[in-house]
């Protein structure tokens, strides 16, 4: 919430919208337990973040070209 994540949520599930995502289920959740990279979130139990609504697009792009989303930015990418 103080990093606003509800922003990043709303660009997220507008994007996925926008680009027809289908079979995939956009949700929000108070807390995934790694504040340091937050807002941040869970795709196919990889965390990554820190996101801002910029990030949305190639978000949803990657999830629906069955890409890695956001290389480098995972919680144990190194």
Known sequence: ???NAKA???AIAEEARDQELEGVEVREFECLGACDMAPMASVDGRYVGPLTEDD?????AAVTENREV?????LVDA
């Open 1 to 3: 919430h103080l990093r």
């Open 8 to 10: 990043v949520y709303d």
């Open 56 to 60: 949305a697009h190639e978000l949803v």
């Open 70 to 74: 956001l290389p480098g930015r995972g």
